[in-house]
C-alpha cells in the first residue's frame, strides 16, 4: 500500500505524458499514429489532442503533430533557452545591434508565447518570465501577428474577441492599415515607461510564424524608431531566408 505522501499515476496525467514524450520523440506523428501507439482509442486520444492543441503546448502541421510553443515558454521562465529556425546566437545579435531587449513570440491560439529573450532589464525581463501568455491584440508582436493574417481568418478573430474591450479593438483597427504596410507594429507598456516595436519572422512559404519584438525605455526607443524598424527587419529576412525545418513551433 502507498504512502500518503508517495506519488501516484493518474490516467488523465499519465495519457497526456505519454502523448507529449511520443511526440517529442518522433515528431510529425499522424493522429492514427499516436493512437496506435498509445495503444487507446481514438475518441480518447482525440479529445487529449484538441486541448493540448488550444493550449499550445502540441501543434499541427501537415496533418503531423509537434512540440508547441507553450513548453519553449517555460524554458524561457526558467531561464533556458532552446535552437530551432531562430536561434539564442539570433536574439542575443539583434540586442546588441539595437540596446534594445529582444524577445522571440509565437502564437497559441489567442495568446502570444515568449520563448527566448535577450537583454531584458529587471522589470521587463520578470515581467515576461512571470507573464509567458499575452493576448495578442495587447502586444506588439501579437499584432503584427494578427495583421498578417489572411482578412476572413482576422475577421473571424476579432468577432471572437469583442468582449476584450472596445478600445483595445479600435485602436487595433486604427493601426491596421500602417502595420500591412510597413510590417511593424507598436505598443506602450508598463504605464508608459517602456515602448514596444514587432514584426513577424516569415517561413520559406512567406508564412507568418512568430514575432519579435524590441523593447526598451519609452524616451529611448521612440525617437529612434525608425532606424531600429529598419535594423529589425534587416535581421528578421536573413532569418526567414533559413530552410531548417525544426522538431518544434520555431
Given at each position: 500500500?502507498?504512502?500518503?505522501?508517495?506519488?501516484?499515476?493518474?490516467?488523465?496525467v499519465?495519457?497526456?505524458?505519454?502523448?507529449?514524450?511520443?511526440?517529442?520523440?518522433?515528431?510529425?506523428l499522424?493522429?492514427?499514429?499516436?493512437?496506435?501507439?498509445?495503444?487507446?482509442?481514438?475518441?480518447?486520444?482525440?479529445?487529449?489532442?484538441?486541448?493540448?492543441?488550444a493550449?499550445?503546448?502540441?501543434?499541427?502541421?501537415?496533418?503531423?503533430?509537434?512540440?508547441?510553443?507553450?513548453?519553449?515558454?517555460?524554458?524561457?521562465?526558467?531561464?533556458?533557452?532552446?535552437?530551432?529556425?531562430?536561434?539564442?546566437?539570433?536574439?542575443?545579435?539583434?540586442?546588441?545591434?539595437?540596446?534594445?531587449?529582444?524577445f522571440?513570440?509565437?502564437?497559441a491560439?489567442?495568446?502570444?508565447?515568449?520563448?527566448?529573450?535577450?537583454?531584458?532589464?529587471?522589470?521587463?525581463?520578470?515581467?515576461a518570465?512571470?507573464?509567458?501568455?499575452?493576448?495578442?491584440?495587447?502586444?506588439?508582436?501579437?499584432?503584427?501577428?494578427?495583421?498578417?493574417?489572411?482578412?476572413?481568418?482576422?475577421?473571424?478573430?476579432?468577432?471572437?474577441?469583442?468582449?476584450?474591450?472596445r478600445?483595445?479593438?479600435?485602436?487595433?483597427?486604427?493601426?491596421?492599415?500602417d502595420?500591412r504596410?510597413?510590417?511593424?507594429?507598436?505598443?506602450?507598456?508598463?504605464?508608459?515607461?517602456?515602448?514596444?516595436?514587432?514584426?513577424?519572422?516569415?517561413?520559406?512559404?512567406?508564412?507568418?510564424?512568430?514575432?519579435?519584438?524590441?523593447?526598451?525605455?519609452?524616451?529611448m526607443?521612440?525617437?529612434?524608431?525608425?532606424?531600429?524598424?529598419?535594423?529589425?527587419?534587416?535581421?528578421?529576412?536573413?532569418?526567414?531566408?533559413?530552410s531548417?525545418?525544426?522538431?518544434?513551433?520555431?
Amino acid at each position: 500500500m502507498r504512502g500518503a505522501g508517495e506519488p501516484q499515476h493518474h490516467r488523465t496525467v499519465d495519457r497526456v505524458t505519454e502523448i507529449l514524450e511520443q511526440v517529442v520523440y518522433n515528431p510529425g506523428l499522424t493522429f492514427a499514429q499516436l493512437a496506435r501507439a498509445l495503444n487507446a482509442p481514438k475518441s480518447s486520444v482525440y479529445g487529449f489532442i484538441r486541448g493540448l492543441l488550444a493550449k499550445g503546448w502540441l501543434y499541427e502541421e501537415d496533418r503531423g503533430f509537434y512540440l508547441g510553443p507553450a513548453v519553449h515558454g517555460l524554458t524561457l521562465a526558467s531561464g533556458h533557452i532552446r535552437a530551432g529556425m531562430v536561434s539564442h546566437a539570433d536574439v542575443a545579435a539583434l540586442h546588441e545591434a539595437t540596446g534594445t531587449a529582444v524577445f522571440l513570440g509565437v502564437p497559441a491560439g489567442e495568446y502570444l508565447i515568449y520563448i527566448a529573450e535577450a537583454g531584458a532589464d529587471a522589470i521587463s525581463g520578470i515581467e515576461a518570465q512571470r507573464n509567458i501568455r499575452r493576448t495578442l491584440l495587447g502586444t506588439a508582436g501579437g499584432k503584427a501577428l494578427l495583421a498578417a493574417r489572411p482578412d476572413r481568418e482576422l475577421e473571424a478573430f476579432l468577432r471572437s474577441h469583442s468582449a476584450e474591450g472596445r478600445e483595445v479593438l479600435e485602436s487595433f483597427l486604427g493601426e491596421y492599415q500602417d502595420i500591412r504596410r510597413t510590417g511593424i507594429a507598436t505598443n506602450i507598456r508598463l504605464n508608459g515607461t517602456r515602448f514596444a516595436i514587432a514584426t513577424t519572422v516569415r517561413d520559406k512559404s512567406g508564412k507568418a510564424v512568430a514575432s519579435v519584438t524590441l523593447l526598451g525605455p519609452t524616451e529611448m526607443v521612440k525617437p529612434q524608431m525608425k532606424a531600429l524598424s529598419e535594423t529589425l527587419r534587416k535581421h528578421v529576412n536573413a532569418w526567414s531566408e533559413r530552410s531548417v525545418r525544426a522538431r518544434e513551433a520555431i
